[in-house]
Each structure stands twice: as C-alpha cells, then as structure tokens.
C-alpha cells in the first residue's frame, strides 16, 4: 500500500554557513529517508527553508555592515549550491520571506486568535539604555537560570536546551554595549500553551516509538508544566502582526518559522507541483509526518508546534520527530563563533559528497553524541569504502568488463555458497528496510556493508581470475553471482550513497532513474552491455589529517 510521508526538516537560520553538526543531525537522515520512501514508491515531500527573520540574521547584518535581506539571500543561494552538491533531495528549500510564508503565518495567528487561543499581555521586556532599544533574544546574554552556563543566549541556552525569555537571564547584559539591560513594560500577545497541557499529555504517552532522548526531554517539559509565550516582540524585521497597534512589532520568529512546515507545503504544490491543492494529501489525516532536527529543537517539534496545530485545528500532529544528538569535532563541541567547525562548502570544495554522507551514516549521533575526526574519515574511507565496497565493484564490474566483451556474463548463480550469498542479500535488502522505516539509519548501512564484506570473501573463495583459465563458466557463474549482489547493494545503499549507487547503476548497464526501480534486487540480465567502470571511491592520502585538522579553530 502506497503511504503518503512529509518531511518536515529544520529551518536554518540563514546567517552563517552550514557546516557538518547541521548534515549529521538533521539534513543527511532526512534526506536518506525521503530516498528510502520514494525508492519504496511512496508519495514523498521534503521541505524546508532559510528562517531569515531571526535576531541572528539582524546580528549579523548590523556586523557586517548589510541589510538582513543582503545576508539572508547571499546564505539561501550558498544552501541551495550545498544542497545540490552533496544529494540533499529537498522537494521544495525556500525562505521565510515569501509572500506565501507572511500570508499564511498570518492566518495561523488570526485562526488561533479567533479561537481564544492567544491573548494580549503586558510583559517586561529587556531594554538597553544605551543603545535605546528593546532588545529581543539574542541582544541578551547572561548565566542560564537552569543549568547556570555562562554566555546564554536571551531565546535559548544551547548548554541544556532551556527556551526562554531574555529576563530570565541571570546576570543579564546587551550583547551590542554589554550595559545591563533596563525592564521595561510592552504589549505582546501569548499562545495560551497551557490550554494544551492535557492534550499534549495523552498524546506524548503514546508515541511509543519515540526515540528515548526525544520522549523523555518532551516529557520533563511537560512536567514543569506549559507556560504560556508570547509570540510578538519588539522588531521591524519580520512578519507583521496583523492586528491595529502592533506595526513596529513582528512576529516571534519561533512561532512563525515552524509555520514554514506549512507554508513551504503549500508553495511546492503552486510552484512545482503545478496544482495549488497538491500539498493537502500531506495534512491530512492517514499521512504520516516526521520532523527531522537536532536536539536543541526538539520542545519547539513536540510541544510547541504540535499546540499550534491543535489549535488551529484539521492538521495531524507529527509522527515522529527523530532528532539527533550532536556532532562533535575532534572531540570538542562545535562553534561557530570560535570557528570549531567543518564547514560543509568548505568539505566540499575539495572532497566527493558520498564519503562524507558515508561517515556521518555509520557514525550518525542518534543515541549519543558523535565524534567527526579528519582521521576517522580518511580511515572510514580507505578502509570502508575503498577496502570493503568500491574493491568488489571494482574486482568484479572490471574483470567482467574486460573477459566478456564489455557485458555481464552468461552465467547462473550455482551451488550452495551463491545461493547463500544471494539470499544474505535479498534479506539484507529487507532488514535495511526495517530499519530505515523506523530511522534507524546506522543499523541500516551497516547492515548493507556487511553483505558487501561477505561478497569479497565469496569472491576471494571463487577466485573467478583464476579459474577462468581453466573453466570459463565457473567465472561467468562466480562473476554473475556477485554482480546480483552488487546490484542489491546499489538499491540499499542508494539513500545513503545516491551518487556512488547511480554510478553502479549505469556501470551495470542500467538507464533511467534509481528510485523508480522499488526497493527490490534489480535484477541484472546476462548479456546486457555494460558501461567500462571506474573506482567508486578514491584512497585519500594520510597526509590530510594534519592538513585539515589545522584548519579548524583558525
Ligand atoms: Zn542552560
Ligand atoms: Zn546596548
């Protein structure tokens, strides 16, 4: 049965550039899941955008020297050039500053004001001054009230995940002067998040296929008990707040960005689609929706959103919201304003794209935190890739290549060890599935690597390049065999690795698109022409470890 499945992914704030911590805990297992369900012949959209409308973005402008516009634009471009380079398959990347996005951002707000959902509120808000102004989130820093870190930010601490208000900092101060911030009265209207208390409740207890450390972060929040917010504030760079009074205040942009889920749903359907109706199968009730986003988002996906959703009424609540943990680098938490990161245009300026999909794959932090090291990857690649999967497609694809007139061998998969091998890979194929259905994306490449192992050793037992000196045939069946398997790791692997898989593809001799092929061994017919092969993968030299290790925190 053909299922419908979204794929919401989490909105980067579009002021700096992406680097590997937002790949490995959102953007990869996203996209590997969006390649697996379209491969299985599932109704599929992926979407996501740049939230241009954050105080990171203004922060970034006024240090730069550039309009928030400027620097949003200049990072929507870089993404889409990234997105395209390592295979991030979005159906729809766009902004939160469409037409699109503000009108339907604003409907969500008047709905759910109609509805009694939100109310207006005086409220002490942080204001310097010195440089007499209100300063929303991230203009304050101080010690987190929860976990006492210094440096937090006034929206969240990145220490422990707390979301708050800029007054709850302790030991609070501007972050443009560092003077000591004033309170001062303003008017803003609050989501009442209490009136979804219960709801939220019932509905948490039962998603018990929820990852651990999603389950139980949601759960401690909704102990605490919800805390009504307020979702207007005291900017002019955003989406207005469509009500009289309010026009030199804007929409909180963490109310207004998980509307982009939305919003981009539905710009798919008029712009790509070419049928404004088209995203409504994603909303409604039978489709299946999953969240993809790191850690740090994850009361914004369970509780938040989901409030908002049940307010507005008509929209199904998420399925699963598979965040990850975080990536660490060199052992060391990354960054950004130290520069203790790798940067994803940077990576891939100079290295493939699958390589590194291949690493943050095996090594994905969906339990625990992750560690990507320079050495890790060169070892990942030369021992892996290169050793385990690029030398059996290489072994075999060349030596059938150049013995058999440039086309798969007249052969038939005999005696017990083929048939053996052949079945490892059909229930390989099976039990990767399993586990890329229920996001377990580590177990699920590991699964296809070790049959990967298992056709070199069947392939060292056969020896095909001996024994087609003296028995032709027993070198067609052997070499036959194998690239059976072989083309059963090209479908398991395709989500992880889609560019290496449609090399194989076209090696084999096949045309046309990978996906439309099922989640099935393709079955690869004896005397089909190939094409002459190339290696997959390149052995990288040791002496990039010191090379690009440097580079970091410099
Ligand atoms: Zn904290
Ligand atoms: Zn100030």
């Keep these: 049965m053909t299922e419908t ?73 870089e993404y889409l050039e990234c997105w395209e380079k390592l295979g991030i398959s979005f159906d729809l990347f766009t902004t939160t500053g469409t037409k699109n996005h503000m009108e339907t951002a604003q409907d969500f707000f008047l709905r759910l004001m109609e509805k009694g959902y939100l109310y207006r509120d005086t409220v002490s808000q942080s204001y310097c001054p010195k440089c007499r102004r209100f300063l929303p989130d991230r203009y304050v820093e101080g010690i987190c009230p929860s976990c006492h870190t210094a440096g937090a930010r006034g929206d969240q601490c990145d220490a422990c995940g707390k979301p708050m208000n800029t007054t709850e900092l302790l030991e609070p101060y501007c972050r443009i002067c560092h003077t000591t911030p004033e309170v001062r009265d303003s008017e803003h209207f609050f989501l009442k998040l209490s ?37 207007t504030r005291d900017i002019e760079w955003g989406v207005p707040v469509p009500v009289a009074g309010f026009e030199h205040k804007r929409l909180y942009v963490w109310f207004e960005a998980v509307i982009g889920y939305l ?105 625990s935190d992750t560690d990507f090291s320079w ?36 052969g038939s998969i005999k005696g017990d060890a083929a048939t053996a091998l052949l079945n490892l890979a059909d229930d390989s194929l099976q039990k990767t599935s399993n586990s890329l259905a229920r996001c377990n994306f580590r177990q699920g490449i590991q699964t296809a690597m070790s049959v990967a192992r298992e056709a070199n050793r069947y392939l060292d037992d056969t020896a095909p390049w001996k024994s087609i000196k003296i028995e032709r045939q027993a070198a067609a069946d052997s070499l036959y065999t194998v690239i059976n398997v072989i083309s059963a790791l090209k479908t398991m692997l395709y989500p992880y690795l889609p560019f290496t898989s449609k090399k194989v593809h076209e090696y084999l001799g096949f045309s046309g698109n990978i996906e439309a092929q099922g989640w099935a061994r393709q079955s690869v017919p004896t005397g089909q022409a190939m094409i002459e092969p190339r290696p997959l993968f390149i052995k990288l030299d040791e002496s990039i470890i010191e090379e690009e290790t440097r580079r970091i925190g410099t």
């Design 263 to 367: 919003s981009a749903s539905k710009q798919w359907a008029a712009e790509i689609a070419g049928d404004p109706e088209a995203w409504r199968p994603f909303w409604q009730e039978g489709s299946k929706s999953y969240y993809f986003i790191g850690k740090d988002n994850i009361p914004f996906h369970t509780i938040i959103w989901p409030a908002m959703l049940l307010g507005y009424g008509g929209y199904p609540l998420p399925t699963d919201v598979p965040a990850n943990e975080f990536l660490t680098i060199e052992n060391k938490k990354i960054s950004t304003s130290k520069n203790w990161a790798v940067w994803l245009p940077d990576y891939l300026s100079r290295y493939e794209p699958d390589p590194l999909r291949y690493l943050l794959s095996v090594n994905m932090p969906e339990t």
């Design 5 to 77: 499945i979204y794929i919401g992914v989490a909105w980067p704030y579009a002021n700096g550039s992406l680097h590997l911590g937002q790949i490995a805990g959102a953007y990869l297992p996203a996209d590997i899941f969006a390649r697996y369900h379209r491969t299985c012949g599932n109704n599929v959209l992926m979407v996501s955008g740049c939230d241009q409308h954050g105080t990171p973005i203004t922060i970034k402008a006024e240090a730069t020297g550039q309009t928030p516009q400027q620097v949003a634009d200049y990072y929507y471009a």
């Design 375 to 410: 050495h890790e990857f060169v070892r990942r690649n030369n021992d892996e890739l290169v050793a385990a999967y690029g030398n059996l497609v290489n072994r075999v694809l060349t030596f059938a290549y150049k013995n058999f007139d440039g086309k798969v061998p007249q």
């Design 195 to 231: 009136a979804f208390q219960q709801q939220l409740e019932e509905w948490v207890e039962k998603q018990v296929h929820w990852r651990p450390n999603v389950a139980n972060l949601t759960r401690r929040y909704l102990k605490e008990g919800l805390r009504d917010r307020a979702i």
